[in-house]
């Protein structure tokens, strides 16, 4: 984590290198939610998704760059008080769908986040 977090100060328009850097947020996130530290999860994608997001704001038809920002919106989700809706997950996802940047392997990812979208209102 020091060596790319480093590479990634360093150089802060690599997009590789900052990509990298969210992917090892996102691995400590996952280790912390099987640990039980959901505040630490949360930290850990909050700084993944700050990443992602201006990833995928710079280039909103680079599909590796969508499907990253929804698969942390998705973490995010998943842990309680958030601020992440499932709705927001199906919307990124839905975004890739018109768009046709979705693969059809993360077809099921669309429909799974519409449905708890559709369960958040219950």
């Avoid at 680079?62 to 809706?85: E, F, H, M, T």
Wanted: hydrophobic residues 40%.
């Amino acid at each position: 984590m020091d060596i790319i977090s480093r590479l990634a100060e360093a150089d802060p328009d690599n997009a590789g290198w900052q990509r990298d850097l969210s992917v090892s947020h996102n691995k400590i996130g996952d280790v912390r939610v099987e640990q039980g530290d959901l505040s630490g999860a949360l930290e850990s994608y909050r700084a993944s998704m700050a990443i992602r997001e201006r990833l995928a704001e710079a280039d909103p038809n680079n599909a590796g760059w969508q499907r990253d920002y929804a698969v942390n919106l998705s973490k995010l989700a998943g842990i309680p008080d958030s601020g992440v809706g499932w709705s927001e997950v199906a919307d990124a996802w839905g975004r890739m769908e018109a768009r046709g940047i979705l693969a059809p392997v993360d077809q099921h990812y669309v429909e799974e986040a519409r449905r708890l979208a559709d369960g958040e209102g219950e």
